[in-house]
């Protein structure tokens, strides 16, 4: 099974479609009581680059009764052959349509990939609305950090299964298991499958008014077989989670909020992974992987650890989200490197005061300072990332980023440096302290834009930055009630996909829809929230406290800064019902 070659000639990368990577699973389909297919929303290297995919892929495929397969939303040419000849999608291991399998689990890590799952679900003939769909369909899950403000999504989706995913899939797949194999019907399955911690089934009836996203204590053994693409990735390289959640207490960080608390493997068992990641894969670069790699304890320890075991090979260890300090140099200065890639770093903002408005305060001179040292250092390429429109911010804090590079660019710091600035725009998240606030408006941010651009082209630095019209369709499906389903509904039917790629993206088809549904983005985006106003996500209980972000976000208007809880338990509520929260504030690290 699988699509015949006369449509893998007429596309362009076929080996997005053709399976059979090494390190793939194919099971026997008869023999296998529940069927899974793993879609991620968005074309194949992309997915591929995923970590959650694998996870749940190598954790379903352990299971004797399970068979899991992947499936990644086809690029247009591949689309258009596929209805040009009346295929329908196929998941990659046994080529079999998305149709015949028992769930079909989607990824939703960006909300800008959401008319992507409706166009999949439509090429796989599964029908796009959760309410047209009868038990001759499969169950449509979804999960990722999306989940946390599940309600846009919520006429299309069957089961959201939110928060950590391990333990979850584990259990949803063992529930549905036992259902079917006692004849159960639609209902019956979707009412014991809303029993279990962490799903939210958005329409059933009685349906419970809180959901709490799981969280596991200990993370689980990483993934050392994953399959290896035959085309090149976005992320070509092995990768090992070392860390999950973050301390620091960012304002404007779903992950950092949403995932609470901190907790990270063993040095011993990340050495001992990377050794058998690169024995079944044969990779030369390893990505250990964290919100703030940091706060890892040891984290010199561990990089002395892995150049040592693999002492006789080319190994390069490459370690993302690094501080701005000397000892993020430091660290990257102890890696082997055939030759020297960029530093990034993410001051987010262009002065201290933005900064501690945003609770990552740090000053002026630990930036100069980190990159007059990496320069020093022989580092050429630096790339620093900043947001626009912060809470707070004025025309000052946009003037202060080019007046920050321009110190960078006096002699003895990073004259002779490649610098290039990647520039956001500002999209206040579900479960943050900036939930309330409002998104600049599409003139204000190309105001903005417009300073950098002028200030910073003497400076020899390069700018890139978002579409403000991408910026305010994200925080619209972010902070999105379940109305908002017309209107994705509405832009797909219209030939919306794609959305987060720039040339895909079809900005009037959005206000179009907007326009038919008699809604106004600005009430979603450019709109200050009272702090007493009901949230569409308020269902969704991550155990950080509302009066908690409430404290943070005045806080944040009053420029003041909250401490790492690695200083000290800030009572963010989550040290109230969180094992894993109470261990860390017993004095453990492990």
């Not at 591929?48 to 379903?60: K, Q, V």
């Not at 909300?111 to 999949?120: A, I």
């Not at 989706?157 to 333990?167: R, T």
């Not at 320890?301 to 690094?322: K, V, W, Y």
């Amino acid at each position: 099974m699988g699509y015949p070659d006369g449509i893998l000639r007429k596309v362009a990368r076929p080996g997005r479609y053709t399976g059979g990577e090494w390190n793939s699973v194919v099971k026997d389909w008869q023999a296998t009581p529940v069927r899974v297919a793993l879609a991620y929303p968005d074309i194949y290297e992309i997915g591929m680059s995923n970590l959650a995919l694998p996870i749940l892929y190598d954790l379903l495929n352990r299971q004797t009764e399970v068979l899991a397969e992947r499936v990644f939303a086809p690029w247009i040419d591949m689309e258009a052959a596929m209805r040009q000849a009346g295929i329908p999608l196929l998941s990659l291991e046994s080529g079999r349509p998305l149709r015949e399998f028992d769930i079909l689990g989607f990824s939703l890590g960006y909300e800008l990939t959401y008319t992507n799952v409706l166009n999949m679900l439509d090429l796989a003939g599964i029908p796009v609305l959760a309410a047209d769909r009868d038990g001759s369909h499969p169950l449509v899950l979804a999960g990722g950090t999306c989940t946390l403000n599940p309600e846009p999504m919520a006429d299309f989706v069957d089961v959201f299964a939110i928060g950590d995913g391990e333990e979850l899939a584990l259990e949803l797949v063992d529930a549905f298991r036992r259902y079917k194999a006692d004849a159960c019907s639609r209902n019956e399955i979707l009412s014991g499958l809303a029993a279990i911690p962490g799903v939210y089934v958005p329409h059933l009836p009685g349906t419970p008014s809180t959901v709490r996203p799981r969280t596991v204590a200990t993370l689980p053994p990483p993934v050392v077989r994953p399959v290896v693409p035959f085309i090149e990735a976005v992320h070509d390289r092995g990768a090992i989670e070392i860390q999950r959640g973050c301390t620091r207490g960012c304002r404007f960080c779903q992950a950092g909020f949403g995932y609470r608390p901190q907790r990270h493997r063993s040095q011993a068992e990340v050495v001992e992974a990377a050794g058998q990641i690169i024995r079944n894969c044969g990779y030369g670069e390893m990505s250990l992987v964290s919100l703030a790699t940091n706060d890892y304890p040891g984290i010199d320890r561990l990089i002395s650890a892995l150049t040592q075991e693999h002492s006789g090979r080319q190994l390069t260890i490459s370690l993302p989200s690094l501080r701005i300090d000397a000892f993020s140099v430091k660290l990257m200065d102890s890696l082997r490197f055939v030759k020297k890639p960029g530093l990034t770093f993410a001051p987010e903002a262009g002065t201290e005061r933005l900064r501690r408005a945003a609770n990552k305060a740090v000053p002026d001179a630990q930036i100069i300072d980190t990159v007059a040292t990496a320069v020093s250092r022989g580092w050429r390429n630096i790339k620093l990332y900043f947001m626009i429109g912060l809470p707070t911010e004025t025309m000052e804090d946009v003037e202060g980023i080019i007046g920050l590079v321009g110190r960078l660019r006096q002699p003895g710091r990073g004259r002779e440096a490649r610098i290039r600035l990647s520039v956001s725009a500002f999209v206040p998240k579900a479960h943050t302290p900036f939930q309330w606030a409002a998104q600049d408006s599409q003139e204000q941010l190309r105001a903005k834009y417009e300073i950098l651009r002028r200030g910073l082209r003497s400076l020899r630095t390069h700018l890139s930055w978002e579409n403000p019209e991408t910026s305010l369709l994200e925080t619209v499906l972010a902070r999105g009630d379940r109305r908002l389903g017309g209107v994705i509904h509405r832009a797909w039917q219209a030939g919306s996909t794609f959305d987060a790629w720039n040339e895909r993206f079809k900005y009037d088809t959005w206000l179009e829809a907007f326009h038919w549904a008699g809604l106004d983005p600005g009430f979603y985006a450019h709109r200050e929230r009272p702090l007493d106003e009901a949230l569409p996500w308020a269902h969704v209980d991550t155990g950080v406290r509302q009066d908690f972000l409430k404290q943070e976000y005045l806080r944040a208007r009053r420029e003041e800064e909250t401490p790492d809880c690695q200083s000290g338990c800030n009572a963010c509520g989550l040290e109230e019902w969180q094992p894993a929260c109470r261990v860390r504030l017993g004095g453990s690290s492990s």
